[in-house]
């Protein structure tokens, strides 16, 4: 996994708490978020064929306009988070052996963000959706609002506050 990189051994930092290399980080890093991925890609995969099979049934004839539209949003944002969630495996597969795996690492870190920004957005259209089927209009309204405010809160507030409290980390 670590693509064959030498580099030398160091000392850990003070505040580090690991005696590692830069490259077993590199090799913890990459492992962690492939993990981290394989979680996500699922979610996003079932998210997707349950999307793609809407427009086939019956009852999507009824769908107005301003619903398709954000049926179209959810269905790009969800494709556009399976392109990202799943491009760190193409880098790492092109770039293997090339000495590049904090390339890698890194744009994986980056690819992973915005998979997961288009996810809360896809999951949040799927949610108004629904809700706007089944109770209507301002439900599905008070239901996107609310699911927005969950995932800002849950994966964007609550870890960077985290984060601006803690020592940053390589």
């Known amino acids: 996994m670590h693509d064959d990189e030498n580099t030398s051994a160091r000392p850990p930092r003070p505040d580090e708490g690991r005696d590692e290399t830069e490259l077993e980080r590199l090799?913890?890093?990459?492992?962690?978020?492939?993990?981290?991925?394989?979680?996500?890609?699922?979610?996003?995969?079932?998210?997707?064929?349950?999307l793609l099979l809407l427009p086939f049934?019956?009852?999507?004839?009824?769908?107005?306009?301003?619903?398709?539209?954000l049926y179209l949003v959810t269905v790009c944002a969800a494709f556009g988070a399976t392109v990202f969630l799943v491009a760190?495996?193409?880098?790492?597969?092109?770039?293997?052996?090339?000495?590049?795996?904090?390339?890698?690492?890194s744009a994986a870190h980056r690819c992973a963000m915005a998979g997961v920004a288009l996810l809360g957005i896809a999951l949040t259209g799927a949610l108004v959706l629904v809700v706007d089927v089944v109770a209507g209009d301002v439900a599905g309204v008070v239901a996107g609002v609310a699911a927005a405010l969950l995932?800002?809160?849950?994966?964007?507030?609550?870890?960077?506050?985290?984060?601006?409290?803690?020592?940053p980390h390589p």
Do not use: K
Not at 30 to 49: D, K, N
Not at 157 to 165: D, E, H, L, T, Y
């Open 57 to 69: 049934q019956p009852e999507f004839a009824v769908v107005s306009q301003q619903m398709r539209t």
């Open 27 to 50: 090799d913890r890093n990459w492992a962690s978020l492939i993990q981290e991925l394989r979680v996500v890609q699922t979610g996003v995969q079932f998210l997707i064929g349950a």
């Open 88 to 105: 760190p495996v193409s880098w790492h597969r092109i770039l293997f052996r090339r000495h590049r795996l904090g390339n890698v690492v």
């Open 151 to 167: 995932f800002a809160a849950a994966w964007l507030i609550a870890p960077w506050r985290w984060r601006a409290r803690s020592h």
